[in-house]
C-alpha cells in the first residue's frame, strides 16, 4: 500500500529519484508510460523526479550497466527503473509490482533524512563497462570452444587416432606418451593457427571499410554454415548416414589425414610421430574447425580486447578444446574399445550439429549488434 502524505509532510522532503531506462518503440515500455505513469503520478505528485534514459545512447546504457553491476541485477530486460539510486526494477512485471513499494521506502528515507546512494555506487560507469565486456568476451569465447571441441571433425579424427594406438596393441603406457604428443601438439599448432589468424584480423580491422566488408562477408557464411548445419543434423538423425553430412572436410582432406597417422605411427618413436601427427594433422583439420575458430577470434576484435588479454582468451579457448580429447585418451587407455568410441561420436552427431547451427546463428547476430 502507497503511502498517504498530507500537504505539509512532503516539505522539507527531497524528491526521490526514479530513473526510467527504455528502448524507442518496445512495447513494454509504451505500456510504463499509459498505465504506470499515470497512477505514479496520481500517487505522488511533488514527491518524486523522472529521469527518463534511452539505452541506445551510450551514456544511458553505461549507467544502466553501473547500476546492475552495483545492485546485484543482471538482465537485458528493454525497459527497467531505478528508485533512488538503490532499487532496481527489471522488466514491465517488476516495474508494476514493486514501484510503489520501492518509493514508499525511499520517502520514509527521505524523512529519515537518509540520503540517497549515488549513481552506480558511486563509482564511473565507463569504469564498469571494460569489466562487463571482459566477462561477456570469457563466457562466449568458453561456449565457442564447447562447440569446437564437440565438431564432429574434431571428434571422428580422435576416435580414428585412437583405433589406430588400440590396433597397434601397444602397452597402455606408450599409448598415453603417443596420445598426450598428439594431443601436445594439437594445442600448441592451433594456439599458433589462433595467432595466425588473429594477426590477419587485426590487419583488415585497421581499415573501416574492410571492416566492414569482413563483417558483411563472415555473417553470410556463418548463415550459410547455420543453414547446412541445421538441415546436416535433420538429414543424419533420419539416415544415420555419414554421406549426408554437407558440412564436413573433404574426402580427400579426410583420406590425408589417415595416411599421415598410419604414416606417424610407424616411427619408432611414438611421441615424435604422436607430436608431428598432432601438428600436421591439426592444420588440415582447421578448415573445419577454422568454421568456428575465426568468428571467435573476430568476436574479440571487436570487444577491443587487448593482445595480452587475446592470448590468455587464446589459451582458454585451445585448453576447452582438448578437454574432451584428453578424456577420450584417457577413456580409451582405461579399456574402452573402439566400437564404443565410434558408436558413441554417431549418436552425437546430430546434437553437435544442432549446437553448431545455433552458433553461428548468434555469432551472426553478434557481428551485426557489435557493429
Same mark, same amino acid.
Given at each position: 500500500?502507497?503511502?498517504v502524505?498530507?500537504?505539509g509532510e512532503?516539505?522539507g522532503v527531497?524528491?526521490v529519484?526514479v530513473?526510467?531506462f527504455?528502448?524507442?518503440g518496445?512495447?513494454?515500455?509504451?505500456?510504463?508510460?499509459?498505465?504506470?505513469?499515470?497512477?505514479?503520478?496520481?500517487?505522488y505528485?511533488?514527491?518524486?523526479?523522472?529521469?527518463e534514459?534511452d539505452i541506445g545512447i551510450?551514456s544511458?546504457y553505461l549507467?544502466?550497466?553501473a547500476?546492475?553491476?552495483?545492485?546485484?541485477a543482471?538482465?537485458n530486460?528493454?525497459?527497467?527503473?531505478?528508485?533512488?539510486?538503490r532499487?532496481f526494477l527489471?522488466?514491465l512485471?517488476?516495474i508494476?509490482?514493486?514501484?510503489?513499494?520501492?518509493l514508499d521506502r525511499?520517502?520514509v528515507?527521505?524523512l529519515?533524512?537518509?540520503s540517497p546512494?549515488p549513481?552506480?555506487g558511486g $563509482?564511473s560507469?565507463e569504469a564498469?563497462?571494460?569489466? #562487463?565486456?571482459? *566477462?561477456?568476451? @570469457?563466457?562466449a569465447?568458453s561456449?565457442? =570452444? !564447447?562447440?569446437d571441441?564437440i565438431n564432429p571433425c574434431?571428434m571422428?579424427?580422435l576416435?580414428?587416432?585412437m583405433?589406430?594406438?588400440s590396433v597397434?596393441?601397444i602397452?597402455?603406457?606408450?599409448?598415453?606418451?603417443a596420445?598426450l604428443?598428439?594431443?601436445a601438439a594439437?594445442?600448441?599448432?592451433y594456439?599458433a593457427i589462433g595467432f595466425?589468424?588473429?594477426?590477419?584480423?587485426q590487419?583488415?580491422?585497421?581499415?573501416?571499410?574492410?571492416r566492414?566488408v569482413?563483417?558483411?562477408?563472415?555473417a553470410?557464411?556463418?548463415?550459410?554454415?547455420?543453414?547446412?548445419s541445421?538441415?546436416?543434423?535433420?538429414?543424419y538423425?533420419r539416415?544415420?548416414?555419414?554421406g549426408?553430412?554437407?558440412?564436413?572436410?573433404?574426402?580427400?582432406?579426410?583420406?590425408? $589425414?589417415?595416411?599421415?597417422m598410419?604414416t606417424?605411427l #610407424?616411427?619408432? *618413436?611414438?611421441? @615424435?610421430?604422436g607430436?608431428?601427427v598432432? =601438428? !600436421?594433422?591439426?592444420?588440415?583439420?582447421?578448415?573445419?574447425?577454422?568454421q568456428v575458430?575465426?568468428?571467435?577470434?573476430?568476436?574479440?576484435?571487436k570487444?577491443g580486447e587487448?593482445v595480452?588479454r587475446c592470448?590468455?582468451?587464446?589459451?582458454?579457448?585451445?585448453v576447452?578444446f582438448?578437454l574432451?580429447?584428453?578424456v577420450?585418451?584417457a577413456?580409451?587407455?582405461?579399456?574402452?574399445?573402439t566400437p564404443?568410441?565410434v558408436?558413441?561420436?554417431?549418436?552425437?552427431?546430430?546434437?553437435s550439429k544442432?549446437l553448431l547451427?545455433?552458433?553461428?546463428?548468434?555469432?551472426?547476430i553478434?557481428?551485426?549488434?557489435l557493429?
Amino acid at each position: 500500500m502507497a503511502l498517504v502524505l498530507g500537504p505539509g509532510e512532503t516539505q522539507g522532503v527531497n524528491p526521490v529519484t526514479v530513473e526510467f531506462f527504455f528502448e524507442p518503440g518496445c512495447d513494454s515500455c509504451q505500456q510504463v508510460r499509459s498505465g504506470v505513469f499515470p497512477e505514479l503520478e496520481r500517487r505522488y505528485p511533488g514527491v518524486y523526479t523522472l529521469q527518463e534514459r534511452d539505452i541506445g545512447i551510450k551514456s544511458n546504457y553505461l549507467v544502466l550497466v553501473a547500476y546492475q553491476d552495483v545492485l546485484g541485477a543482471m538482465g537485458n530486460e528493454p525497459v527497467s527503473m531505478v528508485v533512488d539510486g538503490r532499487e532496481f526494477l527489471a522488466g514491465l512485471p517488476g516495474i508494476q509490482t514493486g514501484l510503489f513499494s520501492a518509493l514508499d521506502r525511499a520517502v520514509v528515507r527521505q524523512l529519515q533524512k537518509d540520503s540517497p546512494a549515488p549513481a552506480g555506487g558511486g $563509482i564511473s560507469p565507463e569504469a564498469r563497462l571494460p569489466h #562487463r565486456l571482459e *566477462s561477456f568476451t @570469457l563466457a562466449a569465447v568458453s561456449t565457442a =570452444a !564447447v562447440v569446437d571441441s564437440i565438431n564432429p571433425c574434431a571428434m571422428a579424427t580422435l576416435v580414428f587416432f585412437m583405433s589406430l594406438l588400440s590396433v597397434a596393441r601397444i602397452s597402455i603406457g606408450r599409448m598415453w606418451l603417443a596420445g598426450l604428443a598428439f594431443l601436445a601438439a594439437s594445442f600448441v599448432t592451433y594456439v599458433a593457427i589462433g595467432f595466425g589468424f588473429l594477426g590477419m584480423l587485426q590487419f583488415l580491422h585497421a581499415s573501416p571499410v574492410m571492416r566492414l566488408v569482413l563483417d558483411l562477408i563472415l555473417a553470410g557464411v556463418m548463415l550459410v554454415f547455420a543453414f547446412l548445419s541445421f538441415r546436416d543434423a535433420i538429414r543424419y538423425r533420419r539416415s544415420g548416414q555419414s554421406g549426408d553430412i554437407a558440412l564436413k572436410l573433404p574426402a580427400s582432406l579426410q583420406n590425408r $589425414i589417415r595416411r599421415v597417422m598410419k604414416t606417424g605411427l #610407424r616411427k619408432r *618413436s611414438l611421441v @615424435l610421430g604422436g607430436l608431428g601427427v598432432g =601438428a !600436421v594433422v591439426t592444420v588440415i583439420e582447421s578448415v573445419c574447425t577454422g568454421q568456428v575458430y575465426v568468428p571467435t577470434l573476430v568476436l574479440m576484435l571487436k570487444q577491443g580486447e587487448s593482445v595480452l588479454r587475446c592470448a590468455g582468451y587464446l589459451l582458454v579457448y585451445n585448453v576447452i578444446f582438448v578437454l574432451p580429447l584428453v578424456v577420450t585418451l584417457a577413456l580409451t587407455c582405461g579399456g574402452l574399445s573402439t566400437p564404443a568410441l565410434v558408436e558413441w561420436s554417431r549418436r552425437n552427431v546430430a546434437v553437435s550439429k544442432m549446437l553448431l547451427g545455433a552458433f553461428f546463428l548468434v555469432m551472426t547476430i553478434m557481428l551485426v549488434v557489435l557493429r
